[in-house]
């Protein structure tokens, strides 16, 4: 699986844009792009996932660019309850038995 | 709908005494089952993962040992405690069956339960 890159902190004003990178230069064509958040003491969370398109829903806005090599991951608009980690991982081969690997994440703190 | 339950939430236990930590899934048939580990101010490691009844994987080597006695049921074992056993342990699934593929890695979307503290003292 592609080894993706993340800024291990950021910040961000409540009712405001939430912005976190990921870079992911190896990924390959058949890979997807999942985001998952794990908030303090819980289970990690799905959020949102791609492979080539842009994707929405109601969590989140997942933008990928066309070359594939980076994607962003959107919250329109953060609350104080998005305050999280947030992990991009890069999933194509199968490899013990479709488990994720997660990595250190970007730590989210949204502020009031 | 589907659900994931793991206990207990929290577990204190001494050194040297044995470990059962269960994980039940509801609302699915044939799933890939999972144990994680997140030691403190870590990421999750893969510990053990199951892909039907009686087969299990180990990740790493390591005081543990992973059951799967039904379907929807994945046990987290150990003889024997030690220190360095302590973290939060998380159980997860994914829907299985026969796909191809193509279709795993899109729908690829891993569940996870609540979690269990363990704190080994």
């Known amino acids: 699986d592609a080894k993706t890159t993340q800024p291990p902190s950021m910040d961000c004003a409540e009712g405001r844009a939430a912005n976190l990178p990921c870079n992911h230069s190896?990924?390959?064509?058949?890979?997807?792009v999942y985001w998952y958040r794990q908030i303090h003491s819980q289970g990690p969370q799905y959020i949102i996932h791609?492979?080539?398109n842009n994707e929405t829903n109601e969590m989140a806005s997942l933008i990928i660019t066309e070359d594939r090599k980076s994607s962003t991951l959107i919250l329109p608009h953060a609350t104080l309850r998005d305050t999280a980690v947030y992990y991009c991982?890069?999933?194509?081969?199968?490899?013990?038995?479709?488990?994720?690997?997660f990595g250190k994440g970007t730590s989210l703190l949204v502020t009031p | 709908s589907q659900t994931i339950h793991q206990w207990p939430a929290t577990l204190v236990q001494p050194v040297g005494s044995p470990l059962s930590l269960e994980c039940t899934v509801e609302?699915?048939?044939?799933?890939?089952l999972y144990w994680y580990r997140q030691a403190a101010g870590r990421g999750l490691q893969l510990l053990f993962y199951?892909?039907?009844?009686?087969?299990i994987s180990s990740e790493v080597p390591q005081n543990l040992s992973a059951s799967r006695p039904q379907d929807r049921q994945f046990i987290l074992s150990s003889k024997k405690l030690l220190l360095s056993d302590s973290g939060f342990y998380l159980c997860?699934?994914?829907?299985?069956?026969?796909?191809?593929?193509?279709?795993?890695?899109?729908?690829?979307?891993?569940?996870f339960g609540a979690g269990t503290r363990l704190s080994v003292l």
């Open positions: 997860a699934w994914i829907a299985g069956g026969p796909k191809g593929l193509a279709e795993l890695l899109a729908k690829n979307i891993q569940y």
């Open positions: 190896t990924i390959s064509g058949n890979e997807y």
């Open positions: 791609g492979l080539k």
């Open positions: 991982i890069v999933r194509g081969h199968y490899n013990s038995g479709y488990a994720l690997n």
């Open positions: 609302g699915t048939s044939n799933p890939n």
């Open positions: 199951s892909v039907g009844i009686g087969q």
